[in-house]
């Protein structure tokens, strides 16, 4: 073989006897360096014991092999054992400790073993390079033979990037190329090479290509897909935080990578919060800026279509829809007369509510409730019959509800954090009513016993809320109005007589209630 020079180098170190491990595991030129040494006495002599003689003198110990002569005989090993990753470690660490021809001539025999010649090639070429002074001329002729013929062996072909970006990463069998830029010619093994290209906000491209030895391989071109939209962010002051969707990304200055759709973009600083809504397009590039008044401003901020079903004409982004939970209490007063009581005092109630509810739309929602309120009315009893116990008597009507009902939420749209809302809708209401006693002397309102009390009933409600709702990074405050319509056909009593005399209850007062949105 015409490299055979080269091939002894690694193994003419199989070769060396066990007992010659002085020797370091290197090329031919340094494996016959130094002398086997053998066993015998302190004189060099090996003759026999006389009883009557000193004892002998052990021998002189091995002399301790360097860095470099311990990389080198375990990177044989390794060669030998087909290890190639492993012995291009060890052979690259003797080469490290001691710099010279020997392990990088075995380092090329190593990456031309895995089918790497241009690797080979690179390895040989630095051997000659800087060692050429001290290697035998039959090893310098073997090595640049080898290299001749390995060159004649190898592929060329460029590769080139769709669209055309500065920073991308190239593997080319799965081995990063961290060189590689765009339009670069590649030197590689001939055969069936797998390229994959990879670049942020692109999807990952790969493709499988034969490829000949010679310069007549036609160009690898890698076409990357856009999967998110390239923002750049400034702000006015450096010290002005940049928010994108609600999470705080840097001060100043701000690049990021966003997939397709709607987002939120703010600047904040001290007191002053200012923003705007871009709608970002895979593969575009947009700018933010802020002028002197604060204002944000984009090519980005393409006019939303008017879908069909929006009154206000704004279609709602994706991240607009989602589930969302309140809860809240009211101060409510019920607007009603009641047979048989003299009010002088204002009538007075609480209620407590849960929403659970799923946002549709920008600008409506559907939603669950369930309130639970407790009313009051207090006065001086009055009855057709004047003789009654009871008349003239300090007594209070308590009214226990407890109201299931779906409801429509309507908001007004916009990208603020404070906007209008309301509900409306209805459903069913468990009544409890029952008549407490004051006692005699006591402070009014102080409820005694009861002395009648009617069985549940079930009866409808409608409800209307009013107000103006806050959001903050997801945090949802309701400060509403409350208006609500309960029946009362199915009270019937005192002879059959109907205390609110069917009239509906209209209840009414302030509400405040607390939430979380995952829109």
């Known amino acids: ?17 066990r007992t010659a491990l002085t020797q370091p595991a290197a090329p031919s030129t340094e494996t016959g360096e130094g002398a086997e040494g053998g066993e015998g006495t302190a004189d060099g002599g090996a003759g026999e014991a006389d009883a009557t003689a000193e004892p002998e003198e052990a021998p002189p110990p091995e002399p301790e092999l360097t860095p470099y002569q311990v990389h080198m005989n375990n990177g044989v090993r390794l060669f030998k054992a087909g ?12 080469y490290d400790a001691e710099p010279k021809a020997s392990p990088l001539i075995n380092l090329a025999l190593t990456h031309k073993k895995l089918a790497n010649p241009v690797k ?19 090893q310098i002729a073997a090595a640049e033979r080898e290299i001749r013929e390995m060159k004649a062996l190898l592929a060329y072909v460029k590769v080139n990037v769709r669209p055309s970006l500065e920073q991308v990463e190239l593997f080319v069998d799965d081995v990063l190329r961290p060189e590689f ?33 010679g310069r007549n391989n036609p160009p690898v071109t890698l076409d990357l897909v856009p999967t998110h939209g390239e923002v750049i962010i400034t702000a006015r002051h450096t010290d002005a935080w940049i928010e994108v969707d609600s999470v705080k990304k840097a001060k100043g200055l701000h690049r990021q990578m966003l997939s397709p759709g709607v987002h939120v973009v703010r600047v904040i600083r001290g007191d002053q919060i200012d923003s705007i809504q871009i709608v970002v397009t895979a593969g575009e590039r947009y700018a933010v800026t802020q002028d002197e ?21 704004v279609e709602v982004p994706q991240y607009l829809r989602g589930f969302y939970a309140l809860g809240g209490v009211a101060l409510l007063t019920p607007l009603a007369t009641v047979r048989h009581i003299e009010t002088s005092d204002p009538d007075f109630g609480a209620g407590i509510d849960v929403r659970l509810g799923y946002r549709v739309t920008d600008w409506a929602g559907f939603e669950g409730v369930a309130q639970y309120s407790d009313l009051r009315i207090a006065g001086t009893l009055q009855v057709a019959d004047r003789t009654s116990e009871f008349q003239g008597r300090e007594m209070t009507m308590v009214l226990e509800s407890l109201r299931l009902g779906a409801l429509l939420r309507v908001m007004v749209p916009g990208d603020g954090w404070v906007r209008f809302a309301g509900t409306i809708g209805g459903g069913a209401v468990i009544e409890k009513l029952e008549w407490r006693d004051e006692p005699e002397g006591g402070r009014r309102g ?8 009617d069985e549940s009933g079930v009866g409808p409600f409608g409800q209307l809320d009013l107000g103006v709702e806050l959001e903050f990074q997801n945090i949802l405050i309701d400060v509403m109005a409350q208006l609500i319509v309960q029946g009362t056909k199915h009270f ?13 209850i209209l209840i009414m007062g302030p509400a405040i209630r607390g939430g979380y949105s995952l829109w």
């Open 1 to 17: 073989m015409r490299f055979l020079p080269l091939t002894l180098l690694v193994v003419a170190l199989a070769l060396v006897p």
């Open 83 to 94: 290890l190639w990753d492993g012995a291009i470690a060890e052979f690259q660490a003797a």
């Open 120 to 138: 080979a090639i690179d390895v040989l070429e630095t051997a000659l390079a800087k060692h050429r002074d001290t290697m035998p001329a039959d």
């Open 181 to 213: 830029r765009p339009g670069d010619e590649l030197v590689l093994p001939p055969g069936m090479r797998r390229f994959r290209v990879r670049a942020e906000g692109f999807a990952e491209t790969d493709e499988r290509v034969q490829i000949t030895s």
């Open 293 to 313: 008044d604060g204002e944000l401003e984009s090519d980005a901020t393409a006019p939303l279509e008017q879908p069909k079903d929006s009154p206000f004409g």
């Open 446 to 453: 102080t409820e005694g016993p009861a002395i009648y009390v």
């Open 492 to 504: 019937d009593l005192d002879n059959d007589q109907n205390v609110f005399e069917t009239r509906p």
